[in-house]
């Protein structure tokens, strides 16, 4: 397949990273504290075009495809692939292979749910966590309705059994992906059309799209399974979290997304912006504003 990430991202090096179970297709760029980037569905690598290279600066920047998805193949299943929690483990092991051994997180949509995985799963490692229009899973659950059956649709689809879920998306692709693209986005015209073509490309293979319904499988079922237990054990985020949302959006009960993030983490900062659902492509220049004088501050040199 045609990699259209490397032309969006100046000043990067594609790498592959090989573990037993994942290759990884990965950008790294830059100098200083490391900050991993981390997508979300229907997504690569490349909704942080505009985000990632703002960092470079002052930090290292690594940029993955999620396991599955884009061009990073799980090599091997085992128990629990496709959950947050073994992507958690395989990124981790990603990050120590590539040298590095404390970073920040920041992950958007299904990104953001293998980040904050990260941090409650990897303390002595996570610096830092930052959430984009991601509330924990069980609050996603718990606060379903009507509404959000109807808006998110893919969650309910893409968990059933195989192969119902993996029929439904080979009917048409490419409308499938546009439609969830032009939704999320708020108008498909303002996305860059290299992403654009980046993510239908890889969405045009099989083996992606059953990556895809794993991890909402996985999202229907262990991961849900995994907060609860954390969350009836009080466990928290001990690092700084920041959480940027969907402007006037509001959770089960009506809850604001700070006080959902207050009950799971013990520093949480953030803001509603206006773009709605893929922020890193419609509202850069806003998470840039707030983002990097977060990771300036939350940065400390850990103890080796």
Request: glycine share 10%; with cysteine; net charge neutral.
């Amino acid at each position: 397949m045609k990699r259209l990430a490397n032309s969006l991202f100046s000043g990067f090096e594609e790498r592959r990273v090989t573990l037993p179970q994942t290759d990884f297709a990965v950008l790294v760029g830059g100098s200083g504290p490391p900050v991993l980037l981390l997508h979300g569905y229907p997504e690569t690598r490349s909704a942080w075009h505009r985000i990632a290279p703002h960092l470079l600066s002052s930090h290292t920047v690594v940029v993955p495809d999620l396991p599955g998805y884009g061009w990073s193949r799980v090599l091997q299943t085992s128990t629990g692939s496709g959950s947050k929690r073994w992507m958690g483990n395989q990124l981790h092991a990603m990050m120590r292979e590539l040298g590095h051994h404390h970073y920040a997180v920041v992950g958007h949509d299904r990104g953001g749910r293998v980040g904050y995985r990260l941090a409650l799963d990897f303390p002595e490692a996570v610096t830092a966590y930052v959430s984009v229009t991601v509330v924990p899973t069980p609050e996603m659950w718990e606060g379903s309705s009507k509404a959000f059956g109807m808006g998110a649709w893919h969650w309910f689809a893409l968990a059933q059994p195989e192969p119902l879920a993996e029929t439904l998306l080979s009917g048409n692709p490419r409308m499938i992906l546009d439609s969830s693209l032009n939704k999320m986005a708020q108008g498909i015209a303002r996305l860059h059309p290299l992403a654009i073509e980046d993510y239908r490309i890889a969405f045009d293979d099989p083996s992606v799209r059953h990556a895809i319904c794993e991890d909402y499988r996985a999202g229907a079922t262990v991961d849900e399974a995994d907060d609860l237990v954390d969350r009836a054990k009080r466990r928290k985020i001990t690092v700084p979290v920041l959480v940027f949302w969907e402007a006037g959006r509001r959770y089960g009960g009506g809850r604001e997304p700070l006080d959902i993030w207050a009950d799971w983490a013990n520093d949480v900062s953030g803001k509603g912006l206006e773009g709605g659902h893929m922020l890193p492509e419609t509202a850069p220049g806003e998470i840039l504003e707030i983002l990097l004088p977060f990771l300036r501050r939350v940065w400390h040199a850990p103890s080796a």
